[in-house]
């Protein structure tokens, strides 16, 4: 990724849990600041989460959703419809759009070859994903 002009950010992992700390921060510390530097010219945030903790605390994905929707940004949330947080899915549809993943599944998914000793299951071809079907933000 670095090759193609993308800056990577490495982080240690949490001795504690096994898992990143500080992941989601550094995320939408440099979505707010896309939000800040480009606010001449708005686009469009796609955000592929189904987060929205911290909503109500003025913190998290949502709220800085939120923020740069106020100043003009378009929003997409992408995400599973049952998995998604209600609050963030209703959100999205009412002030952007919200693409349901469930609607790509056969797309985005792939299936394992079994374990020896597994049933085999029935083959299933690859399907394109035909982006045409979805809404897109104002």
């Known amino acids: ?46 955000m592929l989460t189904g987060d929205g903790a911290g909503f109500l605390d003025g913190v998290g994905f949502h709220a800085d959703l939120s923020r740069m929707q106020k100043r003009g940004w378009r929003i997409e949330v992408v995400s599973w419809k049952y998995s998604c947080n209600r609050r963030m899915r209703e959100w999205a549809e009412q002030y952007g759009v919200f693409v349901a993943l469930d609607d790509f599944y056969d797309s985005i998914t792939f299936l394992e070859h079994p374990r020896q000793g597994d049933p085999i299951g029935d083959p299933r071809l690859s399907v394109s994903m035909d982006l045409s079907k979805r809404q897109l933000a104002d």
Do not use: C
Request: no cysteine.
């Open 1 to 46: 990724m670095e090759n193609s002009g993308v800056e990577v950010k490495l982080l240690e992992r949490g001795t504690l849990y096994g898992r990143e700390q500080g992941v989601d921060q550094i995320l939408q510390t440099e979505m707010l600041r896309d939000g800040f530097d480009n606010n001449g010219d708005p686009g469009t945030v796609v």
